[in-house]
Nanobody, 124 residues
Framework: QVQLVESGGGLVQAGGSLSLSCSASGPTFTYYAMAWFRRAPGKEREFVAAISSSGVATNYADSVKGRFTISRDNAKNTVSLQMHSLEPEDTAVYYC?????????????????WGQGTQVTVSS
């Protein structure tokens, strides 16, 4: 079982940057693809970015492509999400997720383990 703890959320002005981090427990972190999802107020949870277990493959939602970067450090059991050029529409609770999948997926159903979430608020 994997336990995930997110950190790094906060309040930032539009155009600013934030970096989120997700720390995973357990010795099998390298078996898991990792992803970030978000849920904005009054909206459904949506996919943000994913990275393969090796870190070689990544995938991004069109809305964040070119602004966000997902990365992982398998030696430290962490996955990060660097966010630049933030927009008010990026305001949401951001969740880290882990799943043992052969190919990275944008479907939340493919990820079995979830963190508690961290709030990101972008002011206009």
């Amino acid at each position: 079982q994997v336990q995930l703890v997110e950190s790094g959320g906060g309040l930032v002005q539009a155009g600013g940057s934030l970096s989120l981090s997700c720390s995973a427990s357990g010795p099998t972190f390298t078996y898991y693809a990792m992803a970030w999802f978000r849920r904005a107020p009054g909206k459904e949870r949506e996919f943000v970015a994913a990275i393969s277990s090796s870190g070689v493959a990544t995938n991004y939602a069109d809305s964040v492509k070119g602004r966000f970067t997902i990365s992982r450090d398998n030696a430290k059991n962490t996955v990060s999400l660097q966010m630049h050029s933030l927009e008010p529409e990026d305001t949401a609770v951001y969740y880290c997720a882990a799943g043992r999948v052969a190919r990275i997926s944008s479907s939340a159903n493919m990820y079995a383990y979830w963190g508690q979430g961290t709030q990101v608020t972008v002011s206009s």
